[in-house]
């Protein structure tokens, strides 16, 4: 009894020919993989570099200290 595969061979053959002829990086190959790679590291090197800049305009400026009154 043999197993069923996965994917039609045509299928196969078609993915393989695909990925094979690319001139793109290896990682930025799939569909989804532009998302993955490039789109959230992008994401969250923006909003690091937003908090460290509010960070400093707001110790620079003395906002949001806490006040020790008498």
Do not use: C
Not at 1 to 24: A, D, G, I, S
Not at 27 to 40: E, F, N, P, Q
Request: aromatic share 12%; no cysteine; glycine share 8%.
């Amino acid at each position: 009894m043999t197993e069923v595969p996965f994917l039609p061979r045509e299928r196969l053959f078609k993915q393989q020919h695909y990925f094979q002829n690319l001139t793109k990086h290896t990682y930025l190959k799939g569909r989804y993989d532009v998302i993955t790679s490039v789109a959230i590291p992008l994401a969250l090197a923006a909003s690091s570099m937003f908090m460290i800049g509010r960070g400093v305009y707001n110790m620079s400026h003395g906002v949001g200290k806490k006040w020790l009154g008498p």
